[in-house]
């Protein structure tokens, strides 16, 4: 069980219902990022914790979306009045210690709101 | 925005030659990583190459980095049908914060 676990695998929500994506990092992995993939684009990121410390939180794209990780290991991210544009990947990554070391991805959850 | 270009955005190629793809970026940047997405699966990490190295190997994988045009190639020497995937650079840019930026990323097809 060395990777990054992700839950579910697949969401799909009603719009206007909250729901909440969980990621298991690497044990000991002191960095956490979430991070939002539309269909055919790159990875944009959403925020990111060291250890228990949410340090950026920039690309929350408003304030419905809300993540925390609140004993520095399992982070769960929440999306609150799930909108069509929530509709996309959403990828957990973890890294040993800082952004300047080796990240690695779960295998996400896609979340579709209809 | 997104801080990476990955050029071509899409290449064919029969099983057993070699693919070659390019990351542009903008600005200063810490370290490099290429990573591999099959479809509708998360990233793997292939290689993370520092700002002050120039060229690193993994198996049948070559990254190159020229800090003076901003730029980086992944070289898959000798590839195979599984080698069919996405192919992203993650930059990790100097005085950002705590993001990677990732370009959108090469779709590679190697035909059998």
């Known amino acids: 069980g060395a990777g990054v676990s992700q839950s579910p695998r697949y969401k799909v929500a009603k719009r206007g219902q909250d729901v909440a994506l969980r990621c298991d990092p690497i044990s000991g992995h002191v960095s956490l990022f979430w991070y939002q993939q539309a269909l055919g684009q790159g990875p944009e990121f959403l925020t990111y914790?060291?250890?228990?410390?949410?340090?950026?939180k920039s690309g929350l794209p408003s304030d419905r979306f809300f993540a925390e990780r609140p004993e520095g290991s399992v982070s769960t991210l929440k999306i609150q009045r799930t909108q069509q544009e929530d509709s996309a990947v959403y990828l957990c990554?973890?890294?040993?210690?800082?952004?300047?070391?080796?990240?690695?991805f779960g295998q996400g959850t896609r979340l579709t709101v209809v | 925005s997104q801080q990476g270009e990955e050029d071509p955005q899409a290449l064919s190629i029969q099983e057993g030659e070699n693919a070659t793809m390019n990351c542009s970026y903008k600005t200063s940047i810490n370290n490099l990583q290429w990573y591999r997405q099959n479809s509708g699966r998360g990233l793997v990490h292939l290689i993370l190459i520092r700002s002050n190295e120039r060229e690193k190997h993994s198996g049948r994988l070559r990254v190159t980095l020229d800090t003076s045009k901003k730029s980086s190639s992944l070289l898959i020497t000798a590839s195979r049908a599984a080698d069919t995937a996405s192919y992203f650079c993650a930059t990790d840019v100097k005085n950002t914060g705590n993001q990677f930026y990732f370009g959108t990323g090469t779709s590679l097809t190697v035909i059998p």
């Open positions: 990554a973890s890294s040993l210690l800082d952004r300047t070391g080796e990240a690695f």
């Open positions: 914790f060291q250890n228990e410390a949410q340090l950026d």
